[in-house]
């Protein structure tokens, strides 16, 4: 499954420290979101995504594992690179 992000946002954890929602946009045009914690061990692979997402870039991920509206946070994310009408 192919999605696009849409956006990024960090938030103040009440366990201390941040973390992150990741909103996505499949493509069947469905809004989705994961959340995501510096502290789980998980982490390590979304990094470049919330790096490249930060910076405004506009991208797709795939091997994504979804359920409901929801990414799973121990996905294993694929940033897809070139054109994507290619």
């Known amino acids: 499954m192919r999605t696009t992000v849409t956006g990024?946002?960090?938030?103040i954890s009440k366990y201390g420290g941040h973390f992150?929602?990741?909103?996505f946009k499949n493509e069947e045009g469905i809004?989705?979101?994961s959340c995501l914690d510096p502290k789980m061990g998980?982490?390590?692979r979304w990094e470049k995504i919330i790096e490249k997402a930060v910076?405004?870039?506009v991208f797709e991920v795939d091997?994504?594992?979804q359920k409901g509206n929801i990414i799973d946070a121990?996905?294993?994310p694929k940033i897809i690179e070139g054109d994507k009408n290619a």
């Open 74 to 76: 121990d996905s294993f």
């Open 42 to 44: 998980n982490f390590s």
């Open 55 to 57: 910076a405004g870039e």
């Open 20 to 23: 992150y929602y990741i909103f």
């Open 31 to 33: 809004s989705l979101r």
């Open 63 to 65: 091997n994504l594992i």
């Open 8 to 11: 990024i946002k960090k938030n």
